[in-house]
């Protein structure tokens, strides 16, 4: 109970920060450029608290759905407005000055996420460090020259001092599936540049694990069984505690990792395997169990392992850079993020991703407890990481969005004259009815996710 209530808090500040960091770039661009502002909102529906402030006596409310937010502004579209106030009207204003403030809002979101990122590159941020502990043969790591034992010391010209920090420097060339330039040092201290060929990854299935993609293994895990679930695949096949898995099919297995990524395309398919018993080998076949989790469907065949954990100890390094440098370092990891979204959407509109990517409220609340629970850092991590996405999603061309009203003054700027009311109103059902279908869409992944 202690989780979910701590879970709900953690969500809520969350929200309330992101929405109140968004409108306040509207309201505050709005007021240098000479537009009153009537009210300034955190939460959508009944107020629970007003108060007044300002020249204009501008309201300031609360209200009790706290997913959302708006700034109201004078508006003869929308009620009669004194003479004396109607040259400090929005719908009154140029193009040039309509546009800034819709596009702050978003524009302040991207601002917090630099800022974010700018004090956690001060901060520092202490992770694993980027060594490479098991090597797969034949692998994308392995063709390209890497060595087991290595450290990847840069991706793409960034230093690279943590796994955390290889992975998202990585991240836009595996969206992309194209080349990732490293540089990594040897045991004898030697640095050498190595190419990555990222191009036959399958970005749906890879983005969720895409070191064990390459081949590229943190820590030792002998593919050895500790426990075999009754009833399931593996224990069908014969397969029993102890057991060493050698191979899957024509796949050599030296690596636990390498089983899971193996099988879970592989539901109802027969697959000779080989294991190790006793100092014997035994040939065997199994047919992966079809399972779905978190909206995902895949093979599984019901073994576990549990390593002994001194093979799961990491060297540990500090990812931490100098307040001048964090400055570009704050504005690459948000333009960086920013197109990966882009790419991502881009993506699940071709078909290339699934659209269980899609996350609603309940996930990115989970998230946000957890991300509180493990450190502040983190937690301003996240913030920064759903902020881009707020920016982002804001800005997409869809009617009642920021993107959407954006898209209506540059067709005003291009024909000469606003659009009509005909084409606004039937726009603002469109924007209505494709955000309805995007949290649907959000709340069915959430809850298939929780079902699973």
Known sequence: MLSVIYTVISFLIAIGILVAIHEFGH???????????????????????????????TEFVLSVFPIGGYVSMLNEQEGEVDESEKHRAFNRQPIWKRSLIVLAGPAFNFLFAIVAYWLIAVWGVTAPKSMINQLEPGSIAAQAGLERGMEIVSVEGWETTTWNAVFQEMLPRLVEKSDVNIKAKDSSGIVREYVLNLSGLNVDRDIRQPFDAMGIYFFDAPAIVDEVIKGKSADNAGIQAGDRIVSLGDKQINHWNQIGRYIENKANK?????????????????????????????????IVSRPDKSSRKFEYADNQRGPIESIAYSLHRTWSISYVT????????????????????????????????????????????????????????????????????????IKGSPVSEAVEAIGQRVGIMLLIMLMVLAFYNDIMRLAT
């Open 342 to 413: 882009l790419r991502v959407l881009g993506l699940m509109v071709s078909g290339e991703m699934s659209l269980t990517n899609i996350s609603g409220p309940v996930n990115i609340a989970v998230v946000a407890g957890q991300s509180a629970s493990i450190g502040i850092d983190r937690y301003i991590l996240f913030l920064a990481l759903v902020s881009i996405s707020l920016g982002i999603l804001n800005l997409l061309p869809i009617p009642i969005l920021d993107g959407g009203h954006f898209f209506y003054y540059m067709v005003e700027a």
């Open 27 to 57: 309201f505050w661009v709005a007021k240098k450029l000479g537009v009153k502002v009537l009210r300034f909102s955190i939460g959508m529906g009944k107020p629970f608290w007003k108060k007044r402030f300002g020249k204009d006596d």
């Open 270 to 302: 027969n697959i000779p395997v080989v294991i190790e018993r006793d100092g014997a080998l035994i040939n065997t076949d199994l047919t992966p169990n079809e399972v779905t989790y978190k909206g995902r469907t895949f093979g599984q065949v019901g």
